[in-house]
């Protein structure tokens, strides 16, 4: 049983902080929402988005009419792209402090998220830019009120501390994590989320996956972390099919949303480690790689890395993915079938498939290894996470 693999005698710390309002039709909970920020003295804003989204799922008829109703001026910033850079990050900056903005709204999946978040603390460090924020020049405790609308079903960054930006000069694709950016409030209407592509929707679910994979068997998981790492396989093993299937199957869209929520949850509390300290590199290198793609592409040679010092709480949780895996396979049999999961739902990708070849492992591997924050992740891997275990992990998913 994976309880084996929890030190009872180990202190874990277990969070939940935002308050998330869920379900279809949650998006009309802005106006409330927009009413606490004007009754903390918020009278201007930014809104953080990507260039489409926002309108075309319908969730910026509820929050500029909120905007407007409760008399609260706001500039929009609509240029956040798939992996926010520091460069978006910083001009937008520049707008949100010419603005005197006060709070940030961000509409959208991870990306305008995260750099919502970024600006959001910068904001209350007038001397500081996004480089200083990534490359950990300050340690900040404090940022403006950040009000999260997610518009995808994976990143589960509006439940939670952390964000990302790829530094564009050095190829750093670093995460941040601090106390002061967890979103005030956050809206997750699956509502908005039926015009996701279909590559969308596998690779935002199979992100939601990744996260609690890590989280369950990190050194630092709980009880909490992994039994939310279940819930959330179940969810996506269900109904990630039904929603390619149909992608205005709401139902479907719910208990993904669910999943990523409850991921984003669960990597606040068990952390991540090889997954997403690889997948960084590849998306700072080629930034039109999606990150859940990336992701996917790493997961089975992870799951052989890791699979030996994890084999309990991994087949408990890979059950609803893999329903023949179980702790007696071997560490190649369990990636195999984590790798069939991936075909089955559309995701065959390899490194090779995406241009990258042998020539770039070693880049790649010192990416992990020097991009600011990665080593953290690597260090609370189950495993040994050296330059040879990185390397390996790299060639194995060619």
């Given at each position: 049983?994976?309880?084996?693999?929890?030190?009872?005698?180990?202190?874990?710390?277990?969070?939940?902080?935002?308050?998330?309002?869920?379900?279809?039709?949650?998006?009309?909970k802005?106006?409330?929402?927009?009413?606490?920020?004007?009754?903390?003295?918020?009278?201007?804003?930014?809104?953080?988005?990507?260039?489409?989204?926002?309108?075309?799922?319908?969730?910026?008829?509820y929050?500029?009419?909120?905007?407007?109703?409760?008399?609260?001026?706001?500039?929009?910033?609509d240029?956040?792209?798939?992996?926010?850079?520091?460069?978006?990050?910083?001009?937008?900056?520049?707008?949100?402090?010419d603005?005197?903005?006060?709070?940030?709204?961000?509409?959208?999946?991870?990306?305008?998220?995260?750099?919502?978040k970024?600006?959001?603390?910068?904001?209350?460090?007038?001397?500081?830019?996004?480089?200083d924020?990534?490359?950990?020049?300050?340690?900040?405790?404090?940022?403006?009120?950040?009000?999260?609308?997610?518009?995808?079903?994976?990143?589960?960054?509006?439940?939670?501390?952390?964000?990302?930006?790829?530094?564009?000069?050095?190829?750093?694709?670093?995460?941040?994590?601090?106390?002061?950016?967890?979103?005030?409030?956050?809206?997750?209407?699956?509502?908005?989320?039926?015009?996701?592509?279909?590559?969308?929707?596998?690779?935002?679910?199979?992100?939601?996956?990744?996260?609690?994979?890590?989280?369950?068997?990190?050194?630092?998981?709980?009880?909490?972390?992994?039994?939310?790492?279940?819930?959330?396989?179940?969810?996506?093993?269900?109904?990630?099919?039904?929603?390619?299937?149909?992608?205005?199957?709401?139902?479907?869209?719910?208990?993904?949303?669910?999943?990523?929520?409850?991921?984003?949850?669960?990597?606040?509390?068990?952390?991540?480690?090889?997954?997403?300290?690889?997948?960084?590199?590849?998306?700072?290198?080629?930034?039109?790689?999606?990150?859940?793609?990336?992701?996917?592409?790493?997961?089975?040679?992870?799951?052989?890395?890791?699979?030996e010092?994890?084999?309990?709480?991994?087949?408990?949780?890979?059950?609803?993915?893999?329903?023949?895996?179980?702790?007696?396979?071997?560490?190649?049999?369990?990636?195999?079938?984590?790798?069939?999961?991936?075909?089955?739902?559309?995701?065959?990708?390899?490194?090779?498939?995406?241009?990258?070849?042998?020539?770039?492992?070693?880049?790649?591997t010192?990416?992990?290894?020097?991009?600011?924050?990665?080593?953290?992740?690597?260090?609370?891997?189950?495993?040994?996470?050296?330059?040879?275990?990185?390397?390996?992990?790299?060639?194995?998913?060619?």
């Amino acid at each position: 049983m994976w309880e084996k693999d929890i030190d009872i005698n180990d202190i874990k710390e277990i969070r939940t902080r935002t308050t998330v309002y869920f379900g279809i039709g949650a998006i009309k909970k802005i106006d409330d929402v927009v009413k606490v920020l004007k009754q903390k003295g918020v009278s201007k804003l930014i809104v953080m988005s990507g260039k489409n989204a926002y309108k075309a799922t319908g969730a910026w008829d509820y929050v500029g009419k909120a905007l407007k109703d409760n008399n609260i001026d706001f500039i929009n910033y609509d240029k956040v792209t798939p992996n926010p850079t520091n460069v978006a990050i910083d001009e937008a900056l520049k707008l949100a402090r010419d603005f005197n903005a006060q709070a940030v709204i961000a509409i959208g999946g991870g990306s305008p998220i995260d750099a919502g978040k970024s600006v959001a603390i910068l904001l209350k460090y007038p001397d500081k830019s996004a480089n200083d924020l990534y490359e950990f020049k300050f340690a900040p405790d404090s940022a403006v009120p950040i009000v999260a609308i997610n518009l995808t079903h994976g990143t589960g960054s509006e439940t939670n501390r952390f964000a990302v930006a790829t530094i564009v000069e050095k190829d750093y694709k670093p995460a941040i994590a601090y106390d002061c950016i967890y979103p005030m409030f956050a809206i997750d209407d699956p509502q908005l989320m039926v015009k996701l592509s279909s590559n969308q929707t596998k690779y935002v679910s199979i992100d939601a996956l990744n996260h609690v994979i890590e989280a369950a068997t990190s050194k630092v998981a709980s009880p909490y972390s992994i039994n939310l790492a279940h819930i959330c396989s179940e969810m996506v093993a269900k109904y990630l099919p039904l929603a390619n299937e149909n992608p205005e199957n709401l139902e479907a869209r719910y208990y993904l949303a669910y999943a990523a929520l409850m991921g984003g949850v669960c990597f606040d509390n068990g952390l991540l480690h090889y997954t997403h300290a690889l997948e960084h590199p590849l998306s700072a290198v080629k930034h039109e790689l999606s990150h859940g793609l990336g992701l996917a592409i790493l997961l089975p040679a992870v799951i052989e890395n890791i699979w030996e010092s994890k084999k309990e709480t991994l087949s408990y949780i890979l059950k609803p993915v893999a329903p023949s895996i179980s702790a007696d396979i071997s560490a190649n049999e369990a990636g195999k079938l984590v790798y069939e999961w991936l075909k089955s739902v559309g995701v065959p990708n390899k490194l090779k498939d995406e241009g990258f070849c042998e020539n770039d492992l070693d880049k790649l591997t010192d990416l992990a290894f020097k991009t600011p924050s990665l080593d953290g992740l690597l260090s609370i891997a189950p495993t040994n996470a050296d330059k040879n275990a990185v390397h390996t992990i790299y060639q194995n998913s060619l």
